[in-house]
């Protein structure tokens, strides 16, 4: 298995709903990331856990929260968000801690998040 | 600040000719660069990569190249096939940073048959 799965793929949420976005990842990977991708922008990091631990937050508003249940498995809750919050959320793994850049990132397809 | 930048939003070639994207970057703490390719309705797919050590590295019809004085990178695809038409995305890391990778804006590829 050389994927990473995210469900679902397109999700439409009010503003006072609570969700969540799941990623799903069977090649061993130590390290995982959210990222939020805009129309014509590019990807940007939300989080990084780095053997289940959280490593990296880049200053994401609360009204999102990661989780890392197992090593294969990484959520991102989603609880108040707004219009503008409405995106492309990609999840990717990669080996280990550190960097093993012989084949980068694997990206999941993402969940098309629309807020109304 | 965008810190890799790709400057032509899109770039349209004909089938079997050459395919030059472009990327500039403005951290020269950036010591790693990755080219992916994204298709509609898919994440990005990882295609090539260099390390700041080389200035060349191949594989089969592509080649990135980097110029580290100039803070430049290409990507040259040799020949452009019609399933080569994609969103590509200049990636860029540096070492104190772990693994978090910047990207650009990506550039529209279009390859005409």
Not at chain 1, 12 to 41: D, F, I, P
Not at chain 1, 89 to 107: N, V
Not at chain 2, 34 to 53: D, M, N, Q, R, V
Request: include cysteine; aromatic fraction near 12%; hydrophobic fraction near 30%.
């Amino acid at each position: 298995d050389t994927e990473v799965t995210q469900t679902p793929k397109h999700l439409v949420m009010g503003m006072t709903n609570k969700k969540s976005l799941k990623c799903e990842q069977h090649m061993g990977h130590r390290a995982m990331y959210w990222y939020k991708q805009k129309a014509k922008k590019p990807p940007e990091l939300m989080f990084v856990y780095s053997y289940e631990k959280l490593s990296i937050n880049e200053s994401v508003p609360s009204r999102f929260s990661p989780e890392c249940p197992n090593s294969s498995l990484l959520n991102l809750h989603l609880h108040a968000l707004q219009p503008e919050d409405s995106a492309l959320y990609l999840c990717a793994s990669s080996q280990g801690e550190g960097r093993q850049w012989d084949y980068g990132y694997t990206f999941g397809s993402g969940t098309r998040l629309t807020v109304v | 600040d965008q810190q890799v930048k790709q400057n032509s939003p899109s770039l349209s070639v004909q089938e079997g000719r050459i395919s030059i994207l472009n990327c500039d970057y403005t951290n020269s703490m950036f010591d790693y660069f990755l080219w992916y390719k994204k298709y509609p309705a898919e994440g990005p797919t990882f295609l090539i990569s260099i390390s700041s050590i080389k200035d060349k590295n191949e594989d089969g019809r592509f080649t990135v190249f980097l110029n580290k004085s100039a803070k430049h990178l290409s990507l040259h695809i040799v020949p452009s096939q019609p399933g080569d038409s994609a969103v590509y995305f200049c990636a860029a890391s540096a070492r104190a940073y772990g693994n978090k990778l910047v990207f650009g804006a990506g550039t529209i590829l279009r390859v005409k048959s």
